[in-house]
């Protein structure tokens, strides 16, 4: 399995790299807009009073101070273009950051995304890809790390991926896809979380503009961790989906999707029992006139988990953003979201009451400010506020951040 995953990433990501695009099962993704090429240049600006996210104790037992001040320079760059019947979006942004008071926590932060559209006479073709590299989150497990340990905890997660529909404008059609995923790290404490996924799913859609888009499906998504064995077998789980998403505007100004699935999880090696429900995708989002933009997400779902030894988590989630355009100059912008999360182990590393993360709930609100000076420069003010519940008082902590990000930006 670990040698057709690697394989079929690299196909793919050749595919992407010549222009094709992503489409999630049942919810595609569109490349709109006008054309536009942008580059920039940014530099951020901030104080965060919990650097570790994790609890007081969690920073003094592992030799970190608890707040610092990071800076942080990055430069950006983006393109939307139609090649005819295709199109091709892609987004980068390079930067590093610097922390002033945990120089063990200094790194790079990378991140890439490819989305493309391919149009052939019955079938449209959405391959991309997609590559984050960046500092982990440290509280989230409780290994005590020497002090005197040089810590590298920098993450890679990218992933690859192959959909179609084919089938007319309007009407049914017959939708399908695969992806392929993994998710490393850099730190050797931290690299039996390493993982590798392989997706597919099938199904039909049917789409019609005066009703919307209905795709129902079926998928399978398979997880290996590929340095934790089991009696010579790797430890690994799988999750099959089967369930529907409905998408449609609303008038000119509002937009709804969502999508519903029965999820089973079948782990040969779990702690306890397998996790077999309900989850769900939903979201809304729409504009008051003239100037109020609002979204509301909701979800449930099975997720692998890149920053514990845990085998997969459930994770709920809720939140809500809003956007105010207060002049032509001013725009202000606040969020709301709250998730909580289940963790289940496997009997490669079964869990702690006292060392492991079984359950949180975690908080988080933000508010911003950014002034558009009517030249390619800008400003940004912002903070935020987040808080974690967990079973132990070892995970337990809030937090706040605020900074400043000043951008120039060109754009064609």
């Known amino acids: 399995m670990a040698k057709f995953i690697r394989e079929g990433a690299a196909l793919v990501a050749i595919a992407s790299a010549f222009g094709v695009g992503s489409l999630a099962p049942g919810a595609a993704a569109q490349t709109v807009g006008d054309d536009f090429l942008e580059f920039g240049v940014e530099v951020d600006l901030r104080h965060d009073s919990n650097v570790v996210r994790g609890s007081r104790e969690w920073a003094d037992d592992t030799g970190f101070d608890g707040s610092d001040q990071i800076i942080s320079p990055a430069l950006t760059a983006a393109v939307n273009k139609s090649l005819g019947r295709h199109a091709v979006r892609a987004a980068v ?19 890439v995304n490819v989305d493309g559209l391919v149009n052939l006479a019955i079938c449209q073709l959405r391959p991309g890809a997609s590559y ?12 005590i790390i020497d002090p005197g340990v040089d810590v590298d905890s920098v993450q890679t997660v990218q992933s690859y991926k192959l959909d179609a529909a084919c089938g ?34 099938g199904g039909l859609g049917y789409q019609q503009p005066s009703i919307g888009k209905l795709d129902l499906f079926a998928s399978r998504e398979e997880t290996e961790y590929k340095n934790r064995i089991i ?56 504009t008051f006139p ?8 909701f979800g449930k779902d099975v997720q692998p988990v890149l920053n514990n030894d845990s085998l997969y988590t459930t994770q709920t989630r809720y939140g809500v953003t809003a956007n105010y355009a207060l002049n032509q100059r001013w725009n202000l912008g606040a969020a709301y979201s709250m998730q ?73």
């Open 93 to 111: 942004v390079a930067g590093y950051d610097f922390y002033l008071q945990n120089d063990r926590l200094n790194s790079e932060r990378i991140g």
């Open 132 to 143: 984050q590299r960046r500092q982990a989150r440290l509280g989230d497990r409780g290994l």
């Open 168 to 201: 007319r404008g309007v009407g049914i059609r017959v939708i399908g896809g695969t992806s392929v995923a993994s998710g490393r790290n850099d730190s050797e404490f931290r690299q039996l979380s390493d993982y590798d996924s392989f997706t597919y799913y």
């Open 231 to 286: 009696e010579g077998e790797l430890d690994e789980y799988a999750v099959s989906r089967y369930g529907g998403t409905f998408s449609r505007d609303i008038g000119a100004r509002w937009n709804a999707q969502a999508g519903v699935f029965f999820v089973d999880v079948d782990a040969p090696s779990v702690v306890g029992e397998n996790y077999s429900g309900v989850g769900w995708n939903i979201g809304v989002n729409g």
């Open 290 to 297: 003239p100037r109020l933009q609002v979204g509301l997400q």
């Open 340 to 412: 909580d999360r289940e963790y289940v182990y496997s009997e490669a590393l079964p869990p702690s009451t006292e060392f492991n993360l079984l359950e949180e709930q975690f908080n988080l609100a933000t508010v911003s400010a950014t002034y558009n000076t009517g030249s390619p420069l800008s400003f940004s003010l912002y903070g935020g506020y987040e808080n974690r519940s967990a079973n132990n008082t070892l995970f337990n902590y809030d937090g706040y951040y605020a900074g400043i990000t000043v951008k120039y930006l060109i754009r064609r």
